[in-house]
Antibody
Framework: QVHLVESGGGVVQPGRSLRLSCAAS????????IHWVRQAPGKGLEWMAV????????DYADSVKGRFTISRDNSKNTAYLQMNSLRGDDTAVYYC????????????????WGQGTLVTVSS | QSALAQPASVSGSPGQSITISCSGT?????????VSWYQHHPDKAPKLIIY???SRPSGVSNRFSGSKSGNTASLTISGLQAEDEADYYC??????????FGSGTKVTVL
C-alpha cells in the first residue's frame, strides 16, 4: 500500500537551512506530483509547494517563494524540501502529500499524506 | 494567496446535518472544479473526504457530500456522529498555478 514518510525535521536556528525528505513506497513514484503542506502550532493547513511528476516544474506559495525549493529524485522515490533563511514563523509540522489524478479533468487533490515532521525554528 | 474563508466553528447534535461553507473568488473556487475537502483529527494526517467538488473517495461515508455554487463550495455532513468531530479544510487550485487551503472549520458534536 501507499506510504509517505517525512524526515529531516528538528530544531534549527533562525537564518539557517534545513532539508526535509519524503520517502515514498507502494506506488510508481514518477506517476504523481508531490506537494508539501505545513501546519503551524494552533493554525490551519497551509499549502507550500508542488513538483510535477517528472520534476521539471514547480510552484510555490508566496510565503516561501525564493526561500524554499522543492525537488525530487524519481530513482530514489524521494521528494525534498530545501528550506533556507528559516524564520520563527516557519515553525510547523511539515507534511508531504501525493497528488491524485483519476483523469485529465480529475486532479489537484491529496489522496495520500505522510504523518508529518516537526520543524522548530528557535535560537 | 489569502486563505479561502470558512466559518471558524460549526456544531450539531448527533444525527443532525451541518454544512460548512468555503468562500473564494473566480480565480480559485469559482473558476475550477478542483476543489477538495479534508478531515483532520489532531496528531493525525489529514484525510481526503471529497475531491472534484462532489466526488467521494472509496471508503468515505456517503454521509459526506460536496457542492459548489459560484465562488462558494460547501461540505455537508449528514447524520452527524461523534467520530465526525474534527477540523475540516477546503482546498482549491488557483489561476496562478498554485493552490490554497481554507481557513479551517472546527466541527463539534454536541
Amino acid at each position: 500500500q501507499v506510504h509517505l514518510v517525512e524526515s529531516g525535521g528538528g530544531v534549527v536556528q533562525p537564518g539557517r537551512s534545513l532539508r526535509l525528505s519524503c520517502a515514498a513506497s507502494g506506488f510508481t513514484f514518477s506517476d504523481n506530483p508531490i506537494h508539501w503542506v505545513r501546519q503551524a502550532p494552533g493554525k490551519g493547513l497551509e499549502w507550500m509547494a508542488v513538483i510535477s511528476s517528472n520534476g521539471r516544474n514547480a510552484d510555490y506559495a508566496d510565503s516561501v517563494k525564493g526561500r524554499f525549493t522543492i525537488s525530487r529524485d524519481n530513482s530514489k522515490n524521494t521528494a525534498y524540501l530545501q528550506m533556507n533563511s528559516l524564520r520563527g514563523d516557519d515553525t510547523a509540522v511539515y507534511y508531504c502529500a501525493r497528488e491524485g489524478f483519476y483523469s485529465s479533468n480529475s486532479w489537484g487533490f491529496f489522496d495520500y499524506w505522510g504523518q508529518g515532521t516537526l520543524v522548530t525554528v528557535s535560537s | 494567496q489569502s486563505a479561502l474563508a470558512q466559518p471558524a466553528s460549526v456544531s450539531g447534535s448527533p444525527g443532525q446535518s451541518i454544512t460548512i461553507s468555503c468562500s473564494g473568488t473566480s480565480s480559485d473556487v469559482g473558476g475550477y472544479d478542483h476543489v477538495s475537502w479534508y478531515q483532520h483529527h489532531p496528531d493525525k494526517a489529514p484525510k481526503l473526504i471529497i475531491y472534484d467538488v462532489r466526488s467521494r473517495p472509496s471508503g468515505v461515508s456517503n454521509r459526506f457530500s460536496g457542492s459548489k455554487s459560484g465562488n462558494t463550495a460547501s461540505l455537508t455532513i449528514s447524520g452527524l456522529q461523534a467520530e465526525d468531530e474534527a477540523d475540516y479544510y477546503c482546498f482549491s487550485y488557483t489561476s496562478s498555478y498554485t493552490y490554497v487551503f481554507g481557513s479551517g472549520t472546527k466541527v463539534t458534536v454536541l
